[in-house]
């Protein structure tokens, strides 16, 4: 079983020993994101590179999690997968901003330890789509729903009168 991450660790000692570290932790860590969500009893999996050995501090990873929603559309409970791509450059003082790669997102090294659980979150936060909603059939609501439609339909073709006649 993968162990849990830390919530806080530091980044720039991670950084300077090369450490990857790898892990689940429980959402319910996670307190922006517990309330946009319909239940919250899982867990996130990341995998996370602090890197020194690129000519500048970096943190590099990815994470995911399957998050319970609201369909958009039937506003019943859904399970989502997301996953979002993390791409820090890490600095000791924002003069250094300039001296990262572009592709990297500058992240500016406050006291002695950081928040792994804010970047994580941060990162499942905008990996959420604006409208989930259930990718084939919804609820059981919502098939009703368009079963009636479909007789509501029929009733008012005149042509359905001879399809029955043909069941016949
Ligand atoms: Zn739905």
Do not use: W
Not at 9 to 23: H, I, M, S, Y
Not at 45 to 60: C, I, P, Q, R, V
């Amino acid at each position: 079983m993968p162990k849990q991450l830390p919530e806080t660790t530091n980044f720039l000692k991670q950084a300077e020993r090369n450490v990857t570290l790898e892990g689940t932790m429980p959402l319910v860590k996670l307190e922006r994101l517990s309330e946009i969500l319909c239940g919250n009893e899982g867990e996130l999996f990341a995998k996370l590179h602090f890197t020194s050995d690129t000519g500048y501090l970096g943190l590099h990873g990815r994470v995911e999690a399957s998050l319970e929603l609201d369909c958009q559309r039937c506003m019943q409970p859904m399970e989502h997968k997301v996953s979002g791509q993390i791409n820090f450059g890490l600095m000791t003082s924002e003069k250094y901003e300039d001296k990262l790669p572009p592709d990297v997102d500058p992240y500016l090294l406050e006291g002695d330890e950081q928040s792994l659980v804010e970047i994580l979150e941060d990162e499942l936060l905008l990996s959420i789509p604006i409208a989930a909603v259930h990718q084939k059939e919804c609820s059981e609501f919502l098939l009703r729903q368009n079963e009636e439609r479909r007789v509501e339909k029929e009733k008012s073709n005149p042509f359905a009168v001879l399809k029955d006649l043909k069941i016949d």
